[in-house]
């Protein structure tokens, strides 16, 4: 069955769009003069920028995952999967561009490895130097970008394929290729989050930092997949997927975010009970001047999840895994915000029209991104080996 964005749809992502692009240009106004309103926008840039990328490539994960493992559950749902992936590209062009005002500015104050007179100055971003410096920062972030792209843009073309030609041999294919991308994710999820994220906080790291942000990025990824298919068939699409599939998709929610709770913890616990000074910096920022923001971005990804998703009928009920779901968007949004302002701004960040409507604006066009994508396939694939099990799918 085709999807067709619906009238109502495209008028919802635009209203999404020019009700953040009102706050935007708001918070704007409200904030010319100030000596930190060029760091602030890059900030949120930044922050926006990572976090609507990081659906997309927590998306290409998971279908690289179920490729991987030979799942047949999913394939009812493989290319609502793909659709989210399918903002990958646009999630590098606005990352990218981020990444790029950034080093053209040299660091904007929010890499100060970037700055020349820092490292001058800074013994301990000069020993670091050999590693973070602009033309091998842009070298690996260009190899994460083209890695991504290139696996997502072939984990399409033979999923299209597969529906003209049927077969195993485009399954095996995508089974093999799927193993190797895993390889690359599993060093590339990791140091990207040092180069994107940590480096914002240049004198402090974490040997769990590529952890955590990842479990961030899958849980969010997750979230994304269920409210997508929920609304799909709240409209009479995707007939074949039943209560079971979207139980399963539910679990990966309760799961992840419980991966993402325990990484929170270990990070946390280990550095408050060593209470080593240049490890602490991190968390004593945080829980001082964030203190209200950072301890409820906890609780909301924490407790709410499993307070609330702990039952079977829980995870199969549209509209708890919705409320649910939301809450969780919302929860980790605040925690990459969190990394990137506290890090670069201090006590001069907090959450105004700036950071409300970039993040309306971008969730719009995202959402219209999806939509669009969705409608350029049919929703269920054709041809896919394990579809009738998929279909057939009982828990």
């Not at 926008?41 to 490539?57: E, I, K, Q, S, W």
């Not at 599939?245 to 325990?262: C, E, Q």
Request: aromatic share 18%; glycine share 8%; charged share 15%.
């Amino acid at each position: 069955m085709e999807f067709k964005i619906a009238n109502k749809a495209k008028m919802l992502t635009l209203i999404l769009m020019g009700l953040g692009a009102l706050c935007l240009i708001i918070g704007i106004i409200s904030d010319l003069g100030s000596h930190h309103l060029t760091q602030r926008l890059l900030v949120n840039g930044l922050t926006n920028g990572f976090y609507f990328f990081a659906l997309a490539l927590g998306a290409l994960f998971f279908l690289a995952l179920q490729y991987a493992t030979e799942s047949g559950w999913y394939a009812s749902v493989k290319r609502i999967i793909e659709a989210q992936a399918g903002f990958l590209p646009y999630g590098i062009g606005l990352l990218g561009l981020v990444l790029l005002i950034i080093t053209l500015m040299d660091g904007a104050h929010i890499y100060i490895w970037m700055d020349p007179e820092v490292v001058k100055s800074d013994p301990i971003v000069a020993g670091k130097a050999f590693y973070l410096n602009k033309i091998f920062f842009w070298v690996r972030t260009i190899a994460y970008f083209g890695v991504y792209y290139w696996y997502f843009w072939g984990f399409k073309k033979r999923s299209l394929l597969e529906d003209k030609v049927g077969g195993t041999d485009l399954h095996f294919t995508n089974y093999k290729k799927a193993a190797v991308f895993l390889v690359f994710f599993a060093v590339f999820s990791s140091t990207s989050a040092w180069d994107w994220l940590m480096s914002v906080d240049v004198h402090w790291f974490s040997t769990l930092f590529g952890w955590y942000t990842f479990a961030g990025m899958w849980c969010s990824a997750m979230v994304v997949l269920v409210l997508t298919v929920l609304y799909l068939k709240k409209l009479g699409y995707l007939p074949k997927v039943n209560e079971n599939h979207i139980h399963d998709i539910g679990k990966w929610v309760f799961a992840t975010s419980f991966l993402w709770s325990y990484l929170f913890f270990s990070q946390y616990m280990l550095i408050w009970y060593a209470n080593i000074p240049e490890e602490v910096t991190y968390y004593v920022t945080r829980t001082q001047d964030f203190r209200f923001v950072y301890f409820f971005m906890f609780i909301i990804n924490f407790a709410f999840p499993m307070l609330i998703l702990m039952s079977r009928d829980a995870k199969r009920h549209a509209g708890i895994l919705s409320f649910v779901g939301l809450i969780i968007l919302a929860g980790h949004w605040l925690d990459v915000w969190i990394m990137v302002s506290a890090g670069s701004m201090g006590t001069n960040a907090h959450i105004g029209f700036i950071e409300i409507g970039m993040a309306v604006l971008i969730a719009g066009f995202f959402i219209r991104i999806l939509l669009t994508n969705l409608s350029k396939a049919p929703l269920t694939p054709v041809n896919h080996p394990f579809l009738d099990e998929s279909i057939h799918h009982e828990i």
